[in-house]
């Protein structure tokens, strides 16, 4: 079973709806969910953890974790052109180190004016 | 003021050849790991480092090898090349070993092996 899931996409969306990015998780102990952001051809850039279950919000950012059921998701309030990306959702999971972070695959979210 | 800097940003080589990544990091982190995202942008942890000694050494070839001279530096030097080894490799820090604060990343070396 893979570690971290996400649908690839892409996500189209249109300008000022409401996107949503979800990812799915399979270590029960896992603490810290991360989301970051990667434009083509460049390095993916943090935007928003998240340890607890419940929302935090960010600006236009919300994350939601339910630990219950396993999943983290980011919600994006008023979508923007400059918001089309790749969304790698990454998770902390315990291994044979101690705890590593696990990226998933990402999901490319494409924004249409 | 670059956080992440790795050099070189592209690198085209010969298969067989040796070649080296060169990586600092000017935030003080304890921290620093390489990452490979392959052509599908799967990104996978290769190897971390926690103040200067190895923490993570996934399974990749013994043909990679990982030095760092300091907790600020984290280089890759890769022996014999080969056509699969042609990604983006990542050079990324992070305040604690465990992660937790999350990683700022450089801006990749995309490696092109012909």
């Known amino acids: 079973q893979k570690e971290v899931e996400q649908n690839s996409g892409p996500l189209s969306v249109p300008e000022g709806a409401i996107a949503s990015l979800n990812c799915t998780y399979s270590?029960?102990?896992?603490?810290?969910f991360f989301w970051y952001r990667q434009y083509s051809g460049k390095s993916p850039e943090l935007i928003m953890f998240i340890y607890s279950n419940g929302d935090k919000e960010d600006g236009r950012f919300t994350a939601q974790l339910n630990k219950a059921s396993q999943y983290v998701s980011l919600l994006i309030r008023d979508s923007q052109p400059s918001d089309s990306a790749t969304y790698l959702c990454a998770v902390n999971i315990r291994d044979n180190y101690g705890q590593n972070f696990v990226f998933g695959p990402g999901t490319r979210l494409s924004v249409l004016p | 003021d670059t956080a992440v800097s790795q050099t070189p940003k592209y690198l085209v080589t010969q298969m067989g050849n040796d070649k080296s990544i060169k990586c600092e990091q000017n935030l003080g982190h304890d921290t620093m790991y390489w990452y490979k995202q392959d052509s599908k942008k799967f990104l996978k942890i290769m190897f971390s480092?926690?103040?200067?000694?190895?923490?993570i050494n996934e399974t990749v070839p013994n043909r990679f090898s990982p030095k760092s001279p300091d907790k600020a530096h984290l280089n890759l030097h890769i022996n014999s090349l080969e056509l699969g080894d042609s990604a983006v490799y990542f050079c990324a820090s992070s305040q604690a070993w465990t992660g937790e604060y999350g990683y700022t990343f450089g801006s990749g070396t995309r490696l092109t092996v012909v």
């Open positions: 480092y926690n103040n200067k000694e190895l923490i």
């Open positions: 270590d029960r102990g896992s603490q810290s």
